[in-house]
């Protein structure tokens, strides 16, 4: 009976393509690592961070944000999801920069349910389902703010004077009283201390 089973599932899994449809989506996911962020070519960056490590410590901002605002696990599970999804359709539209959005429209909605949809199981509910919760949400937006912010600190630090109106541009868009505190932080300090200093304090 078990082994009847097994191959009814296997044969609905096949039919439907669900492990092909994931497949491609990692497939897919791989691409951000070589879409630019472009807002840092405009002022020069050369080989600026790509989407991929955007992503990732949009993540690690939005797991700090998620304790520092007291959030249930509950919800922390929706800011780590928002936070590693926020970006995917750029994929298939590419990194808008502000230049970019007054002379073009990208369609994000349809991006994400061509990749998604396929898979299913409820992924994209999942993810729309983030901005359902305003707590969630503005922890979601104020990880992306925050890594921007330490993105152009560091950029800035290396000498490119233009970086400094990424932060001021951050700064007006945090939401959460964390947000807040923490962008503070990461302006009062320094981008690459943590290298020299074994304690990390």
């Not at 539209?93 to 429209?105: E, H, L, P, S």
């Not at 994209?124 to 992306?144: K, M, R, T, W, Y």
């Amino acid at each position: 009976m078990k082994s009847l089973l097994k191959k009814k599932a296997s044969g609905i899994l096949g039919q439907n393509g669900r492990f092909a449809a994931c497949a491609h989506v990692i497939f897919e996911a791989g691409m951000l690592s070589r879409v630019d962020r472009s807002g840092w070519n405009t002022i020069g960056i050369e080989n600026p961070q790509n989407v991929s490590e955007h992503s990732f410590r949009v993540a690690v901002a939005g797991l700090l944000l998620s304790r520092l605002e007291g959030l249930s696990k509950g919800q922390e599970r929706q800011v780590l999801l928002g936070c590693i999804l926020h970006d995917l359709s750029e994929t298939r539209i590419g990194d808008f920069n502000k230049i970019n959005k007054r002379y073009a429209t990208a369609f994000h909605g349809k991006a994400y349910d061509d990749m998604l949809t396929p898979a299913g199981m409820g992924i994209l509910d999942d993810f729309l389902a983030c901005s359902d919760d305003a707590a969630v949400a503005g922890v979601i937006n104020d990880a992306d703010m925050i890594e921007m912010a330490a993105c152009a600190l560091e950029y800035a630090k290396l000498g490119n004077p233009h970086a400094g109106k990424w932060v001021e541009s951050a700064k007006k868009r945090i939401k959460t009283r964390s947000g807040e505190k923490l962008i503070s932080a990461l302006c009062g300090a320094d981008p690459f201390k943590w290298a020299f200093d074994s304690s990390g304090k």
